[in-house]
């Protein structure tokens, strides 16, 4: 298997503008979350989803963040407006089940300008 | 809530010595997962070691293995026959899928430099 897939791998736009980050996780798993990595706050969880639906979203900073997973093998998260706090590394990761075992991707660097 | 804390910011260890890291959580919880991930300068989050908090017996790796002390709540990870590849930020995390519902909390990071 590939791994948990993620593009683009870096990302760099102006305030305001829409952002859009992907996602395939592994084929076969359940549990696909998204994070956020700033050197003030660490890792952070945004949102995950269990079988395609979102299961809890109290990680999203606000309403200019939306995730979406339209089927098992990709996922979305969009950013609009965009804005220069934004900046940071935005990590996809997948679990076959609950028993642990989070493979990430390579991550997006984002740079809002 | 679960918080996990490494106290250690940065740390190096000499090639091929043994370095120590550690990590503490607090949880109300009986059933969970611990984790160590390693973050190298590529970015990519690479799982090194992940434990059942149900076992007693500690888990092992290749030249990684965990002091894992239930009642204290720490969660250790030591590197034996450091390699330079070894340089990187090291996460601890844990995981209670039964109350928690698959959300993992990760410690602040330590970040370890193997010097030649």
């Known amino acids: 298997d590939a791994g948990v897939i993620q593009s683009p791998r870096h990302e760099v736009t102006e305030m305001g503008q829409e952002v859009t980050l992907r996602c395939k996780p592994i084929s076969g798993h359940d549990y696909l979350f998204w994070y956020r990595q700033t050197m003030m706050r660490g890792l952070e969880l945004l949102i995950y989803?269990?079988?395609?639906?979102?299961?809890?979203d109290s990680g999203m900073p606000e309403d200019r963040f939306s995730a979406k997973m339209p089927n098992a093998s990709f996922s979305t998260l969009k950013i609009q407006p965009s804005e220069p706090r934004d900046s940071a590394v935005y990590f996809c990761?997948?679990?076959?089940?609950?028993?642990?075992?989070?493979?990430f991707g390579s991550g997006t660097q984002l740079s809002v300008l | 809530a679960q918080t996990v804390t490494q106290s250690q910011p940065e740390m190096s260890v000499q090639e091929a010595e043994t370095v120590t890291l550690s990590c503490t959580y607090d949880?109300?919880?009986?059933?969970?997962?611990l984790f160590w991930y390693k973050q190298p300068p590529s970015r990519q989050m690479i799982l090194v070691i992940r434990?059942?908090?149900?076992?007693?017996q500690n888990a092992t790796e290749n030249r990684f293995s965990v002091n894992f002390q239930k009642a204290a709540k720490s969660f250790s990870l030591k590197i034996s026959d450091s390699q330079l590849g070894d340089t990187a930020m090291y996460f601890c995390a844990f995981m209670a899928p039964w109350n928690t519902g698959n959300q993992f909390y990760f410690g602040t990071g330590t970040s370890l430099t193997v010097i030649p």
């Open positions: 990761a997948s679990s076959l089940d609950t028993r642990g075992k989070l493979f």
């Open positions: 434990q059942e908090a149900y076992k007693q």
């Open positions: 949880t109300s919880e009986n059933n969970y997962y």
């Open positions: 989803f269990n079988n395609n639906v979102p299961i809890d």
